[in-house]
């Protein structure tokens, strides 16, 4: 059985643009998690989806959004970079709400 | 408001040794998951166990086991005879019912086991 997968793994941006990260949830799940880690501030919940919708969202600007799309895929984008969203994106899937999360390796971005 | 404090930023010790990674949490919630996770270098993290508020039978797994006890709001996890390979960050994360998928990591601790 495949795991969380997130495309690209690693991903250069220069600031002021905008980026979208991917994430395919492992078959069969339908909730899908976005987390951002960064040295200073650890890991922080972004956003949550479950069916399409947006359930539940963290404290982060309105330049960060998501969406789900009917086969449970997600992507985030984050639009006008800044460096400080240099970070760790991580995605996580689950069967349904309140189960066991799986995280996908992340994508590394790097904004210069 | 929900918060997880994991103490102890760095571990060392030598392989072999058990080792304690404690976590500490707050929640006004009566239900509510605590969970740990381990992040090896490649960056993923690992599911390690989840346990709901209302489940205290401590549980062991192998190697590792686990200590819940709500009159401490302590939820620690005990690495016995450590090996290299368990070298990793460790994250504690608390998720409440009303909430839901918003899990609140701890900051992690590093363990380091030498050889």
Known sequence: ?112 | AQKVTQAQTEISVVEKEDVTLDCVYETRDTTYYLFWYKQPPSGELVFLIRRNSFDEQNEISGRYSWNFQKSTSSFNFTITASQVVDSAVYFCALSEVSIRNDMRFGAGTRLTVKP
Not at chain 1, 14 to 33: D, K, Y
Not at chain 1, 84 to 107: H, I, K, P, W
């Open chain 1, 1 to 112: 059985k495949a795991g969380v997968t997130q495309t690209p793994r690693y991903l250069i941006k220069t600031r002021g643009q905008q980026v979208t990260l991917s994430c395919s949830p492992i078959s069969g799940h339908r909730s899908v998690s976005w987390y951002q880690q960064t040295p200073g501030q650890g890991l922080q919940f972004l956003f949550e989806y479950f069916s399409e919708t947006q359930r539940n969202k963290g404290n982060f600007p309105g330049r960060f959004s998501g969406r789900q799309f009917s086969n449970s895929r997600s992507e985030m984008n984050v639009s006008t970079l800044e460096l400080g969203d240099s970070a760790l994106y991580l995605c996580a899937s689950s069967l349904e709400v309140d189960t066991e999360a799986f995280f996908g390796q992340g994508t590394r971005l790097t904004v210069v």
